[in-house]
């Protein structure tokens, strides 16, 4: 099978020849140009030979449209907030709807048309797409708090500043889709953990906003969603309206994958462990990977339960690939 012949076989619940890799991570010199990340993306795969691309841009970029400024970075570390609109549950009121042309997100849709440009014929392209909670989150200043407290504070400032991300996010996913992605990589960052967020509060803030999205873009071939960190909730998420679910089935008090798998009915993606990936050699993420994915032999993909370091060897990455074929 070819890389998109082992994606097909996935999401239609055909047997495989392996399951198919991939693995992603930032590279946050190259993610403040289309050409350096195109550039940066297609030498990754060129190297590693992955079966489907994750895109992996600045995660500022989705606050930066409403007026957040960041200080780049000089070295492998995320970038500096030195600025940010909603300070105070009042600024809420400050959040419009954005053109989905605004030159930071028209820069990531040029950023996806070179990519699949070079490499689409190949091999799937998700473009990452954050919730709308998620992108409220950082235009305050982060994941929980504040923006926790401007909720209790002011919970229908919240709603509209929700409902307009919302719709500047679904013409993006389009604009996205139109410009080659195969789907998005739909993620609502830590605000899926129940440590950082109650249940109770992403059922009101988050859920009705993701589902709102989703449901546009439901007939993209290969959508994902990913949800992050520990003591995850995963239940919630069983019935999105999405083809593969993606989270840390290392991470403390997540399920694993023959679990999910069992009762979402959906692909699952996980088997790598991301946050160790870094420091291991192949004879000790085989084992790993192969206790992760257990007898399921259909519906299962190898890969990262988040982004990898970013100083992660070439060692290890191309590891992850060489280990697919004994699985």
């Known amino acids: 099978m070819n890389h998109k012949d082992r994606i097909d076989a996935v999401l239609t619940g055909r047997p495989i020849d392996r399951p198919p890799v991939s693995v992603w991570g930032h590279d946050f010199l190259c993610e403040w140009s289309a050409a350096d990340l195109a550039a940066q993306t297609v030498e990754n795969q060129r190297t590693y030979d992955y079966d489907f691309v994750k895109i992996t841009p600045r995660w500022t970029l989705f606050a930066e449209p409403w007026g957040n400024r960041y200080e780049p970075p000089v070295e492998q570390k995320f970038p500096r907030l030195v600025h940010r609109i909603v300070r105070s549950s009042a600024d809420l009121e400050s959040v419009p709807v954005i053109d989905a042309n605004h030159p930071v997100l028209a820069e990531q849709v040029e950023a ?50 929700l409902t307009h991300i919302t719709a500047t996010l679904t013409a993006y996913a389009q604009a996205l889709l139109n410009a080659g992605a195969s789907g998005v990589f739909y993620a609502p960052l830590q605000w899926s953990s129940l440590d950082v967020c109650p249940g109770q509060f ?24 990913h949800v992050c960190g520990d003591n995850n909730g995963m239940p919630r998420f069983y019935d999105y309206p999405v083809a593969v679910l993606n989270w840390d089935n290392f991470g403390e008090g997540n399920p694993g994958l023959h679990e999910v798998a069992e009762a979402s009915g959906k692909v699952v993606a996980g088997g790598i462990p991301h946050q160790q990936l870094h420091t291991l050699d192949r004879e000790t993420l085989l084992p790993l990977a192969r206790e992760a994915l257990g007898q399921l032999d259909t519906g299962v993909m190898l890969a990262g339960g988040c982004v990898i370091d970013a100083l992660t060897p070439s060692s290890a990455r191309a590891a992850v690939v060489s280990i697919a074929d004994e699985l």
């Open 112 to 161: 996806i048309e070179m990519i699949v440009q070079e490499i689409g014929d190949e091999v799937d392209c998700l473009a990452t797409l954050f919730s709308p909670l998620a992108v409220l989150g950082l235009v305050a200043g982060g994941v929980g708090r504040p923006l926790i407290g401007f909720a209790q504070e002011k919970p229908k400032f919240v709603h509209e500043a």
């Open 202 to 225: 992403y059922a009101e803030f988050g859920e009705p906003y993701d589902r709102r999205l989703l449901e546009t873009i439901a007939d993209a071939r290969f959508n994902v969603l």
